[in-house]
């Protein structure tokens, strides 16, 4: 959707509304009922083409999140500011920002019901820790 309408030149809050929708579209596709994924791969797809600098730099974020965590959802949730402050960093474009804002809340409360997974995580995380302190302690 981004490389059509760059193709077309559009300016680019049409772009960016081209990229909202390709996210919508997943979430929301019509054939099966309006209930779909959370579009993150999709936003990864629109963040590629709108900002390959800050994608980059987040897809290690995302490399390193996703080995110590091993939950999915997890490393997007907590990478998900690093994409932001890489895009302000590397971009300077304030419409680009607040797209990344907006799409990183929506993917958000998308999934909401997912982010029990975070606090499990940090839970048993909390926990090895706490058992590893007191080993040592001994």
């Known amino acids: 959707a981004i490389a059509v309408a760059s193709a077309f030149g559009v300016d680019q809050p049409f772009v960016l509304l081209a990229g909202f929708m390709a996210v919508a579209g997943h979430n ?31 897809l290690g974020v995302l490399a390193i999140t996703l080995v110590v965590t091993r939950q999915f959802f997890t490393t997007i949730a907590l990478a998900s500011p690093f994409l932001i402050i890489f895009v302000w960093v590397l971009e300077r474009d304030l419409t680009l920002l607040y797209f990344t804002i907006g799409m990183a809340i929506f993917i958000l409360l998308r999934s909401r019901r997912r982010l029990h997974e975070i606090r499990v995580f940090t839970m048993r995380a909390y926990y090895e820790m706490k058992a590893r302190l007191s080993r040592n302690r001994d």
């Open 28 to 58: 929301f596709p019509f054939w099966i009922g309006f209930r779909g994924g959370s579009g993150v791969a999709c936003f990864m797809g629109v963040m590629m083409m709108l900002s390959p600098a800050a994608f980059g730099a987040t």
